[in-house]
């Protein structure tokens, strides 16, 4: 099993689902706010082309599938969590033709384990 943890940019505000802008840092440092937004759930399976996903706690899942251009926001202090022993599938599975762009916010707390 592989640890990847992923620290970024900053995230200023939490929300429930997508009431709350969350600011974030996008590839250039620079700070922007995402106001249409799903926040990451266990029950989660698929990021969506074209959706913004948020992680405001922790969240466990053995497998999420990305289709299309999905992004995903890692609140500070923030844990996504995907894996599952013995499943050789388990992870962040990103089809072929799709990305999955990940953002942070200023403490870059945020953490993606895969």
Known sequence: MKLITLALGAVVALSGF?????????????TKTCTDYT????????FEDGQWYVVTGAVERGTIAVNGAAHL???????LSVENPGDD???????????L??????AGTGALIA
């Open 89 to 99: 599938y388990a992870g962040v599975n990103v089809s072929e033709l799709s990305s």
């Open 18 to 30: 997508g009431a709350t802008p969350i600011e974030y840092l996008d590839e250039n440092g620079q």
């Open 73 to 79: 926001i890692l609140c500070d202090g923030a844990k």
């Open 39 to 46: 926040v990451v759930t266990n029950a989660m399976a698929t």
């Open 101 to 106: 762009a990940i953002y942070g916010q200023t």
